[in-house]
C-alpha cells in the first residue's frame, strides 16, 4: 500500500484556503494600493508551460512568503527556467487590476521574468523590447484576460498611477510595471 503524498501546490493552496478563512474582513489595508484590499489574490494561467496558478499572496498587510515563492516560480523565465524574484508591488498592480476587471477570467501571463539571455534574443527580435527591461529585474509582467480588451486592462492598471502601462494591441497584451508613472502604446 502507498502513502498519500501532498503536493507543493496542494500544500500550499491547503495554507491560503485556510488563511483566506481564518482572515477578518474589517482589516485597514495599508499599502501602495488602497483599493486592492485585505486580501490579495492573483490568478493566472501560462500557456507557454501550461501552468495555472489561483493565491491569495496578501492578507492585512501582510505578504505571505510561500505564496509568493510560488508566483515567482510561476513567473519564471519559461525559456530559461530561471527564477527570480517578483517585485511584490507589482503583484499589487497586477492583482488590483485584475479585481477592478470584475471577471473570474484569470491572466494570461506572457512574460514575467525575463533573463537577460532572454531580454537581449528578443530585442534581437523586436524594436518593442527595452534594453534594461524591467522583466528583467522581476518588475512587470505583460498580460491578457480573456473578454477583456487591451484597453481595458490597461485603464485598469492605470487607474492605481502606481507604475508603467503599455498597450500592445496590435500584440493583444498589455505590460504591467511598478516602475515610474508611465503610459505609452495604443
Known sequence: M???TMTRRALLGAFAATTVAAAPFTANAFGILRGAGDIRRLKMHSGRTGETVDMVYWIEGEYIRPAIQEIN??????R????HDIDPRTLDIMS?????L????????????RS???????????SGVARRSLHMQGQAADLRVAGRSVSQVARAAQS????????YSGSNFTHMDCGPVRTWGG
Open 73 to 78: 516560480y510561476f513567473m519564471r523565465d519559461w
Open 116 to 126: 537577460p539571455e532572454t531580454n537581449a534574443m528578443l530585442r534581437a527580435r523586436s
Open 160 to 167: 492605481w498611477s502606481a507604475g508603467g502601462v503599455g498597450r
Open 102 to 113: 470584475e471577471t473570474n477570467e484569470p491572466y494570461m501571463l506572457l512574460s514575467g521574468y
Open 96 to 100: 488590483a487590476s485584475l479585481k477592478l
Open 2 to 4: 502507498t502513502k498519500p
Open 80 to 83: 530559461t527556467d530561471q527564477v
